[in-house]
């Protein structure tokens, strides 16, 4: 249960450091994960971002100190972040639903948000149907782009959806699956959470280079923006995601945290993990999710 303790730890830490000028990032140390990693364990568990989190507490404690203190609301906005009393009044009035001034009117309703504690509660009794396998040394040719931490989990966010479609309006998806024998053009989407302390993380589209593949002229192949991934020796754990949108692809994250790794007997790893969409796929199958692991 090593990631309960990580969580927990980093709660504690944005509790304790609410007042300062802190992001997900600085609890992401403390606990010494990548800033992608954490943003995705926490915002899976908690159903929110640690920034949101940490907002939500500033502006929860911020509408109790406006009711029961006589603190100025300049005062307040800078004790909780703010770099002006418009931006926190924005901000405010966005989470409270009435603003600053109108909070310090007693018997105006407030919402109050409260600091998360983590509890074990019993769950599972549904199958979970999974594979292990280990695989060694993997290179693909790949489209790359960087992407915002941020963005992982964002329900709304369609940054890598639309990447794909661009990848597809421009030939380069043609062009990647060209590459690959009849029945082998298998496409992988593959997620790159190494870069210590970064805002950001690579997603690529790309096939698997192998004696059946063939790219042609590398040189010209890079020029046009394509890059090898390499990707070392790993075990992983398999689940297929059934659906038929990536909804499908988060509900299998939050499964694995929630229902694998407690478990299991193993530890997510910070390697790379990657989608496999089949050329060649079983009815209602929409991807495969490859999640880097190692025994505890």
Request: overall charge negative; proline content about 3%; aromatic content about 12%.
């Amino acid at each position: 249960m090593e990631w309960v303790t990580l969580l927990q730890t980093a709660i504690d830490y944005m509790e304790e450091h609410l007042l300062e000028n802190i992001n997900y990032e600085d609890a992401a140390k403390q606990v010494h994960m990548s800033c992608y990693n954490f943003h995705r364990t926490f915002s899976l568990m908690a159903g929110i971002t640690a920034n949101e989190y940490i907002r939500n507490r500033r502006l929860s404690l911020a509408g109790q100190e406006l009711q029961l203190t006589d603190i100025k609301i300049i005062d307040a906005a800078y004790k909780y972040g703010y770099e002006t009393p418009e931006s926190f009044s924005k901000a405010f009035s966005r989470f409270h639903g009435v603003s600053p001034k109108l909070a310090k009117v007693k018997g105006t309703q407030l919402s109050l948000f409260q600091a998360l504690v983590i509890k074990i509660i019993l769950e599972g009794g549904r199958t979970m149907d999974y594979r292990v396998e280990e695989v060694g040394k993997r290179t693909f040719i790949t489209k790359v782009k960087a992407f915002r931490n941020e963005i992982i989990n964002e329900e709304s966010n369609q940054d890598i959806p639309l990447f794909w479609g661009e990848c597809r309006k421009d030939g380069i998806i043609n062009q990647l699956i060209g590459m690959r024998p009849a029945g082998k053009k298998d496409l992988y989407g593959l997620c790159s959470p190494t870069k210590e302390q970064e805002a950001t993380f690579d997603y690529g589209i790309g096939v698997l280079i192998d004696s059946e593949t063939v790219i042609g002229d590398e040189i010209a192949l890079k020029k046009q923006g394509f890059k090898l991934w390499d990707v070392e020796p790993t075990e992983y754990v398999v689940f297929k995601c059934y659906g038929d949108s990536g909804n499908c692809i988060s509900e299998t994250w939050s499964r694995f945290f929630k229902e694998f790794l407690p478990q299991s007997g193993y530890t997510h790893t910070d390697d790379t993990d990657f989608e496999v969409y089949y050329g060649q796929k079983e009815p209602e199958l929409f991807c495969e999710l490859w999640i880097p692991i190692k025994k505890k």
